[in-house]
């Protein structure tokens, strides 16, 4: 990482910071707490759809679907044909829904947020709740170049790209600062807010036996900022559960960053698993790699139909809405 420069290798930096020294468990943490935010005020409509959205019904594939966009994105990198296939998906998602539920999407600062939230969230909670270190200067700012790149792929309600009417956030305290103002906003009792969270905090407790369900449940909610408690009425972990929680997310990550240095990042795993064992890979991983695999084929070869494959992932993946 030393020899790379944050405005030209930005992806590489991100890459390297976010894809080798993590496991399932830290996986399966980042996406309930980025779930929890996502779903809180009035998008949580769109998302549990009358009780009929995957969140609330299966939630281990929502689990997937949204963890593979996530890891495809810090993988790849924004420009690639990899990630603009995600987006792609998730674009299409968005546009089908938004026209059920508009009031999910007219919304800008919580697209923004979103982006924010992928740039800075998990570094917040780790220097703010638990105390770790701060990612070094490189880090964050190869992760705010990051996150301007990522938001040029992500279409508005308008039908242009969300980074044009996006304010400018030109550094990574910026993205920080942004997360901080959208989250400190009065937030009022939600019931579709509820149940997203309901389902996501049960899926989580499901997937985690092994930990007693108060501290399976503190390990989500010590680290909600205060309107998430305002907005669904759940309640607080007592102080107990809060140290508790900080302590065992403190040590799952100071231990994932004390391990040997992997050889493979999260998705090299995936992705030679699969061609090992003949495991069929995810529908999200699946086209976004085939739109990789089809970005290198020729232009002629490329040119016999679209190069990103939209129209079957599209279908395939109609349930599939994004965290925004």
């Known amino acids: 990482m030393e020899t790379l420069d944050p405005q030209r290798d930005y992806t590489e930096i991100v890459k390297l910071g976010s894809m080798f020294h993590v496991n399932d468990f830290v996986l399966d943490w980042a996406f309930t707490t980025i ?15 009358e009780g009929t959205g995957k969140l609330v019904t299966t939630a281990d594939n929502r689990f997937d679907d949204t963890t593979h966009h ?5 993988e790849f990198g924004p420009d690639s044909p990899e990630t603009k296939r995600s987006v792609d998906i998730i674009n299409a998602l968005h546009a089908k829904f938004q026209k059920v539920y508009p009031s999910a999407f007219d919304d800008l600062p919580l697209w923004i947020y979103v982006i924010a939230w992928e740039v800075a969230g998990l570094s917040i909670l780790a220097e703010e709740y638990m105390g770790l270190p701060k990612l070094s200067a ?3 700012e190869a992760r705010a170049v990051w996150g301007r ?3 040029e792929s992500f279409t508005y309600i308008d039908g242009g790209p969300l980074s044009d009417v996006m304010p ?4 990574f305290e910026d993205f920080v600062a942004f997360v901080h103002e959208y989250e400190s906003q009065p937030w009022t009792p939600d019931a579709n807010t509820r149940a997203c969270h309901q389902a ?6 499901q997937r985690n036996k092994r930990l007693p369900r108060p501290l399976a449940d503190a390990l989500v909610t010590t680290f909600w900022h205060d309107g998430q408690f305002e907005c669904n009425g759940i309640e607080r972990p007592t102080p107990f559960w809060r140290s508790a ?6 040590a799952a990550l100071v231990g994932t960053q004390m391990m040997p240095s992997p050889k493979e990042s999260v998705v090299e795993k995936i992705l030679r698993e699969a061609r090992e064992q003949g495991k069929a890979l995810g529908p999200i991983m699946r086209s976004s790699i085939t739109a990789g695999a089809k970005a290198d084929q020729s232009d002629d ?3 016999a139909g679209c190069p990103m494959g939209f129209g079957a992932a599209a279908e395939e993946s109609t349930d599939k809405i994004s965290g925004a």
């Open 168 to 171: 400018h956030l030109e550094t």
């Open 200 to 205: 996501v905090l049960d899926k989580y407790a």
């Open 35 to 49: 779930m929890c935010r996502a779903t809180n005020g009035h998008s949580a409509v769109a998302i549990n759809r």
């Open 301 to 303: 070869t490329a040119s």
């Open 149 to 151: 790149k990522l938001a």
């Open 70 to 74: 996530f890891l495809v994105w810090n």
């Open 138 to 140: 490189k880090e964050r």
């Open 245 to 250: 929680a900080k302590n065992y997310m403190r």
